[in-house]
């Protein structure tokens, strides 16, 4: 197996979650194999975890919410361990030397809740009947044991067993769903190098409804059979969409795109590796429920495939998607993304102006100013570099960090190349200070 680059963010904790992670190993692979049981909300099974050691290790940690653990092995071989504040601390028999391949295998058991943050909880999340996973940024401890951050990317198998009458839709391929006596078992592998955060999973009864054929990706709702309708109507569009990004961010970098339309109203639609959840107040057409089809599926792109190294770099993931919006409604003949940049430039002229999108801190990292002024960045590059070069900047970007993990520092060295003038006091202005600067055009 080749192994992965550290990146260049790899060696310190995450700024905004310093207790989230830990950054002295790096996992490349997780085997997930989980029961579940809806009614009692009940989560039982086993993480098994192929990880390299990047420093000596006589311990190391992993982040896991509040489970019943049974075993914990590291090479096959029992180890001692705590847990405590969401940490799972674990000493191997044998420390692990720097460079050192092993495995962790975690078991636990226990009711999977959200885990408690300032923009509501974030993890697993039990529904009327199934459950869905939202996890960014910090909420995929609330149902697997893993290294949260950003950063360290790995592949997936997924294998979870409920009862039968339930569809069970994770990141990935399907690859086999076997039934014995009255449960299913649904195996799901993710090949692309994932982020903890965008691993997902929801249970509930779901209809797939197929939106395309002709373009190479397959997309697919997973939706509450009485509104299979509906979705087939709002979602229309979808693969026009994926085609439209697909020309302009390069080709979709997964090989699948699912949408499941959760049965419950949901604040926000939220995006995971090759699926977006949304809710069902996200149905009903109207150009903001599309700019949100196309929100979340722009950061298959940026976020997804392109992964910031941490927190800090999170316009890189609203700023390019929120711009996608915009691309599109010019594209499929609406107001073009110039119309949008006036509007959010107006939006943001009335609005108290202390938010550093280059690092907005924690308190302000979802804040609907973030989004908005990413798009704004996204379009004063535009303009400075004009539309051809803009626009392969942008392919280009995707293309030369497909998979990888990026920050700020990278997309300004990337811009560079693209013009003779200097981009410095462009991306100063808009990125490194508060004050809202003059509208593009
Ligand atoms: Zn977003």
Not at 57 to 83: C, M, N, P, S
Not at 227 to 241: G, I, K, S, T, V
């Amino acid at each position: 197996m080749k192994s992965k680059p550290a990146p260049a963010a790899a060696g310190a904790p995450d700024p905004y979650f310093p207790n989230s992670g830990d950054h002295r190993y790096r996992v490349h692979r997780y085997e997930l194999a989980l029961d579940y049981r809806p009614g009692p909300n009940r989560l039982a099974g086993s993480a098994r975890l192929s990880a390299v050691a990047d420093a000596a290790l006589a311990e190391f940690a992993l982040d896991l919410a509040e489970f019943r653990i049974g075993r914990v092995l590291v090479d096959g071989r029992a180890a001692r361990y705590t847990h405590r504040g969401g940490k799972l601390r674990i000493r191997p028999a044998k420390a692990l030397a720097p460079g050192a391949a092993f495995t962790v295998e975690v078991h636990y058991a226990g009711n999977p809740r959200p885990v408690r943050s300032p923009w509501g909880g974030l993890g697993w999340e039990e529904l009327t009947e199934g459950a869905l996973v939202a996890s960014q940024p910090v909420g995929a401890p609330s149902w697997f044991p893993c290294n949260d951050r950003p950063a360290d990317k790995a592949t997936y198998q997924i294998a979870v067993t409920t009862a039968s009458p339930f569809t069970v839709v994770a990141s990935g391929r399907l690859l086999t769903r076997t039934t014995k006596a009255s449960s299913t078992t649904w195996v799901y592998e993710q090949s692309a190098p994932t982020p903890t955060y965008l691993v997902t999973v929801s249970v509930g009864h779901y209809r797939p409804v197929p939106l395309a054929v002709r373009p190479a990706v397959p997309q697919t709702g997973y939706v509450p059979e009485r509104l299979a309708a509906a979705f087939a109507r709002d979602f229309a569009r979808q693969p026009e969409m994926a085609a439209y990004f697909g020309e302009v961010f390069g080709p979709y970098p997964f090989g699948e795109y699912a949408v499941v339309v959760a049965d419950e109203e949901l604040d926000v639609p939220v995006e995971a590796q090759g699926v977006a959840t949304f809710g069902t107040n996200h149905l009903g057409g109207g150009w903001e429920r599309e700019r949100l089809i196309a929100h979340e599926l722009a950061h298959q792109w940026f976020g997804n495939s392109v992964t910031i190294a941490d927190w800090r770099h999170i316009w890189l993931n609203e700023g390019f998607a929120k711009y996608a919006e915009w691309l599109w409604s010019e594209h499929a003949g609406g107001p073009g993304a110039a119309v949008h940049a006036a509007a959010a430039h107006r939006l943001l002229a009335g609005l108290p102006q202390d938010l550093r999108l280059g690092d907005p801190g924690r308190k302000l990292m979802f804040d609907d100013r973030l989004y908005q002024r990413g798009g704004l960045v996204v379009h004063a590059l535009r303009r400075a570099l004009g539309e051809d070069a803009f626009f392969a900047m942008l392919r280009d970007w995707t293309g030369a960090n497909r998979h990888g993990v990026v920050a700020t520092a990278d997309l300004r060295a990337h811009a560079a190349r693209y013009t003779a003038v200097p981009l410095g006091p462009l991306f100063e202005a808009w990125l490194e200070r508060p004050e809202l600067p003059p509208a593009a055009d």
